[in-house]
């Protein structure tokens, strides 16, 4: 049984240069817009209890395609079907009022997830102590930190139970401590057959916590398969480039001239 099954999912953003643009395109039935994919023809299936790591650089699509799977965006072509109640943690903030405070905020958020008031209630003390905010929890969402929210968010999406968790790059504004207390959560959420979908930039984390992942690279999935595999091949790709990178670079250039220069004016007496 899978827990998501995405095919040929594509997303493609219209941008317009005016926004009277828009209007006229929508009155002549003429294309006034420059097309961005964003995604193209993504096919993936995780199964139930599986968990699976997604790597890239910026602006890959990783970000575009964890939205879809929340259910946050809506893709412009291809089928997605998912079984299960899903909570993640994508955007800094999302789903949180500012002028809220956190425990506010966790009725708020949880409410959002599906949850009814008395499973919030039943579930409040524990997301309290997991997050570590003490006094602050009664306190506006706008005096928080970066850190603070991720905290609040990361014990609001583990804490109402789901059955597929999606974690996106947030985790890296937390301190050290927070963070590696939140990889044991999800390890343990792993161990207890939850799915779970993790992007990072950390190819540690993406290791420690995914027997599978695919790698994003301008919208398309460049490789997928076991993590060991996938990553190797996304940190061949890095260093390969950068290595490109240094040997074409103008101040590598510029010294190799140099020292041309100086062996050519050498004069031997």
């Not at 943690?89 to 009814?116: K, M, V, W, Y």
């Not at 994003?216 to 595999?229: E, F, M």
């Not at 290595?243 to 031997?268: D, F, H, I, R």
């Amino acid at each position: 049984m899978f827990a998501v099954q995405a095919e040929n999912l594509t997303k493609t953003y219209r941008f317009y240069n005016k926004p009277a643009h828009r209007l006229f395109e929508a009155i002549v039935r003429r294309p006034m817009h420059t097309a961005f994919s964003a995604l193209e023809d993504v096919t993936f299936t995780v199964s139930q209890g599986a968990t699976l790591g997604i790597v890239g650089e910026n602006g890959a699509g990783k970000s575009t395609l964890l939205k879809i799977l929340a259910r946050t965006l809506n893709p412009s072509g291809g089928n997605i079907q998912i079984n299960g109640k899903v909570a993640a943690l994508l955007e800094l903030g999302a789903g949180f009022h500012q002028e809220f405070t956190g425990r506010q905020n966790i009725f708020l958020n949880a409410s959002l997830l599906g949850l009814s008031d008395t499973e919030i209630r039943d579930k409040e003390d524990e997301i309290i102590e997991f997050s570590e905010l003490g006094d602050f929890i009664d306190r506006p969402l706008k005096t928080y930190s970066s850190g603070m929210v991720v905290r609040l968010a990361f014990s609001i999406a583990t804490c109402v139970d789901p059955d597929i968790l999606i974690v996106d790059e947030a985790l890296s504004v937390g301190d050290v401590r927070f963070q590696q207390k939140c990889i044991k959560r999800m390890i343990r959420f792993r161990e207890a057959g939850k799915t779970l979908i993790f992007c990072s930039h950390s190819m540690y984390h993406v290791n420690e916590l995914c027997a599978e992942s695919i790698w994003l690279d301008h919208g398309r999935v460049r490789s997928r398969g076991k993590t060991g595999k996938v990553v190797s091949e996304f940190m061949n790709f890095l260093d390969t480039r950068n290595a490109v990178s240094e040997e074409t670079s103008p101040e590598t250039v510029n010294k190799k001239a140099y020292s041309e220069v100086m062996v050519k004016n050498v004069l031997v007496i």
